[in-house]
């Protein structure tokens, strides 16, 4: 049967789906940020950024950019009405004290069972980074990662346990991809939805893991 | 009198020693004090560990601080940017120490310091490679059925922040998304110099919205907002 992946923009868009009203949400940086664009309308939804502001806004228009006004990935954005700033200690209080409703993180792996790695290859030379990552990983009331489900060369980045260095022990809740939603369980997998055309069997042998439907 | 305005940067910076620990704020393009730390690379202290959520861009700032071969250790979270190629650099030809910190571990070992903690376990990082030092594990422990790793303080010798109003008694607030580190790296240093766009006279800054308390100030300087990177202004403008 023909498939079709879901594109950027439908990704973020099923992601979006989720997100219920009145939740504190924190993006991380790269494809979550474009969750913002595809909130659906009536959605009252707070936006966190780990350097210290509640309530953000879209990005600004040009020749309008404040550069004390930035999210984690140091883009110029807006505050909204009812914003607010903080310093850093408060703001990961925030991640880290359970207060965040949901966050929406990248990845290089996710396990069946929800361990994450998503802040280093591992390899020889590579710089490593971590960020907010594992504060966030294991801080929020729900991690959600979002991810294209095969690498470039057609491997599952959903695996039985992650070979590269973890970010977090069984944090991730869901994995919403270009191909299929899963939740990841202490029992493994269990799938939510998946692509027009895509077949269980079919999407079993793409990631080699054990999904209860 | 109290009066923590000094007039100069390099009479704000002059003893530094060499071998200090130094918590430099900023993330990204807001709150960097770039004054200070162009500053720091004039006063010409070695042998320094630097903490600071990134681990410089381009040419300037942190990094030539690091070019300079001033630096000693870093103490990070994301050193890695796009265009962090003094740091990398250094880095891969192990002339700099990298400690690996996350992100919200960095912030609040700085406020643990600043607040008298001793140490403190916390969850993030557990069962990961952020949770060893020199590749053995810190100590770890469970608390009602959580896993916690304990974290240390991080002190600083002096701290560099950018705040935008301040008085004489060393009283701070912020301008936005540039306050990030500043409060808590003032706690956790025995010396603090901020930097301020405007000064107040004492009792022109509403103490209900004071964000930093004077206590934890040493020594205030003047700088005069300008179009740079430091940020904080409209392009249009």
Not at chain 1, 136 to 160: N, P, Y
Request: hydrophobic share 45%; charged share 20%; with cysteine.
């Amino acid at each position: 049967m023909d498939y079709r992946k879901r594109t950027k923009a439908e990704l973020a868009a099923r992601v979006a789906q989720d997100i219920f009203d009145g939740a504190v949400v924190n993006l991380g940086i790269g494809q979550p940020t474009l969750v913002a664009n595809h909130l659906p309308a009536g959605r009252e939804v707070i936006l966190h950024s780990e350097n210290g502001i509640l309530g953000m806004g879209a990005a600004p228009a040009a020749e309008e950019e404040d550069f004390d006004l930035i999210n984690a990935g140091k883009q110029p954005v807006t505050l909204l009405p009812g914003g607010s700033f903080f310093h850093h200690a408060d703001s990961f209080a925030m991640m880290r004290g359970g207060h965040l409703d949901i966050c929406v993180l990248g990845a290089f792996q996710v396990s069946e069972t929800g361990d994450l790695a998503n802040w280093h290859t591992g390899e020889q030379g590579a710089i490593p980074a971590v960020g907010g990552a594992m504060d966030l990983a294991t801080g929020a009331k729900q991690t959600w990662v979002m991810m294209d489900l095969l690498t470039r060369s057609g491997e599952s980045k959903l695996v039985g346990k992650c070979t590269y260095p973890l970010t977090g022990i069984g944090c991730v809740k869901r994995v919403y991809t270009d191909l299929a939603t899963f939740a990841c369980t202490a029992e493994g997998l269990r799938l939510i939805d998946l692509v027009d055309g895509l077949g269980v069997e079919q999407l079993r042998q793409l990631i080699g893991l054990r999904i209860r439907t | 009198m109290i009066n923590k305005l000094t007039s100069s940067v390099a009479q704000a910076l002059a003893d530094i020693p060499d071998g200090a620990t130094i918590l430099i704020g900023g993330f990204g393009t807001a709150g960097v004090p770039n004054e200070l730390i162009d500053g720091l690379l004039v006063q010409g202290a070695r042998d320094l560990t630097v903490v600071n959520n990134n681990a410089g861009n381009g040419n300037a700032g942190l990094a030539a601080l690091l070019a300079a071969g001033r630096v000693r250790k870093m103490v990070c979270s994301f050193p890695r940017q796009a265009d962090s190629h003094v740091f990398d650099q250094l880095y891969r030809s192990a002339k700099l120490e990298l400690e690996l910190v996350p992100q919200g571990n960095l912030a609040e070992r700085i406020r643990a310091a600043g607040a008298g903690i001793g140490a403190f376990f916390c969850p993030t990082g557990f069962g990961t490679d952020l949770a060893k030092t020199n590749g053995k594990e810190r100590e770890t422990r469970e608390i009602n059925g959580k896993h916690y790793v304990l974290e240390y303080p991080i002190h600083g010798d002096v701290a560099l922040i950018k705040a935008e109003r301040g008085d004489r008694w060393g009283n701070l607030t912020y301008r936005k998304a540039a306050r990030n580190f500043g409060p808590v790296m003032a706690m956790a240093a025995r010396r603090t110099v901020a930097t301020v766009h405007e000064i107040a006279a004492l009792g022109g800054l509403d103490p209900e919205s004071i964000v930093t308390p004077g206590i934890f100030v040493t020594q205030i300087v003047h700088i005069e907002r300008t179009a740079t990177r430091a940020g904080g202004f409209r392009k249009a403008a």
